[in-house]
């Protein structure tokens, strides 16, 4: 697609109960991120895919939280017995290479994640 | 605390003004990057400058790098209205994730 899709827009759960958000990285865009931002917050890394490559899981917060990339392409983050502090907006990016050769990345308008 | 830290949290002012907002930050970097985020959706990159460049421009932006005090300037001349948003700095420190700062809010008085 044009652009880093990401599914749902909008989400409200109830507290413990699981959640899948998806993310449609750029075609031919090799890395994947996850970031998550609080309100009026910065964003917090979570999760980089590169390629075959074993993920950095370094930034996930718990191990509720969860990522897979299926065929280089398509990522879903999966939040297990959500508590009300998992509320955030979870953003997906994209790039053509590692971050490391100074490429810029490009979000996905995001899944808010409320829960209840 | 954050990598990148941005300052002031928030600034206003009116339509025609220049904007100036500031970023900090702790460890040495490859690069330095600046997005600007609508109503707490996805950030759209605005400009990048490497650690060994001093200045860069884009248009109505300019970015200025200084490495010896860990430091970098966004410059909005000749505010609008369609501005306001909030920017963050992100460094690339050679891990492979961008580290971003908390952000400054602009509001832009039409």
């Known amino acids: 697609g044009a652009g880093v899709s990401q599914s749902p827009s909008n989400k409200v759960t109830e507290k413990g109960k699981d959640v899948e958000l998806r993310c449609d990285p750029i075609?031919?865009?090799?890395?994947l991120y996850w970031y998550r931002q609080s309100l009026g917050q910065g964003l917090e890394f979570l999760i980089y895919?590169?390629?075959?490559?074993?993920?950095?899981k370094s930034g996930l917060p718990s191990d509720r939280f969860s990522a897979e990339r299926t065929g280089g392409s398509v990522s879903t983050l999966t939040i297990q017995r959500t508590q009300q502090e998992d509320s955030a907006v979870y953003l997906c990016?994209?790039?053509?290479?590692?971050?490391?050769?100074?490429?810029?990345?490009?979000f996905g308008e995001g899944s808010w994640l409320t829960v209840v | 605390s954050q990598q990148g830290e941005e300052d002031p949290q928030a600034l206003s002012i009116q339509e025609g003004e220049n904007a100036t907002m500031n970023c900090s930050y702790k460890?040495?970097?490859?690069?330095l990057q600046w997005y600007r985020q609508n109503s707490g959706r996805g950030l759209v990159h605005l400009i990048l400058?490497?650690?060994?460049?001093r200045e860069k421009h884009s248009g109505r932006l300019r970015v200025t790098l200084d490495t010896s005090k860990k430091s970098s300037s966004l410059l909005i001349t000749a505010s609008r209205a369609a501005d306001t948003a909030s920017y963050f700095c992100?460094?690339?420190?050679?891990?492979?994730?961008?580290?971003f700062g908390s952000g400054t809010r602009l509001q832009v008085q039409p």
């Open positions: 400058i490497r650690s060994n460049e």
């Open positions: 992100a460094t690339n420190t050679g891990r492979r994730a961008l580290t």
């Open positions: 895919f590169q390629g075959n490559s074993a993920p950095d």
């Open positions: 990016a994209s790039s053509l290479a590692p971050m490391d050769s100074g490429n810029t990345i490009y």
């Open positions: 460890t040495s970097i490859n690069n």
């Open positions: 075609s031919g865009h090799t890395a």
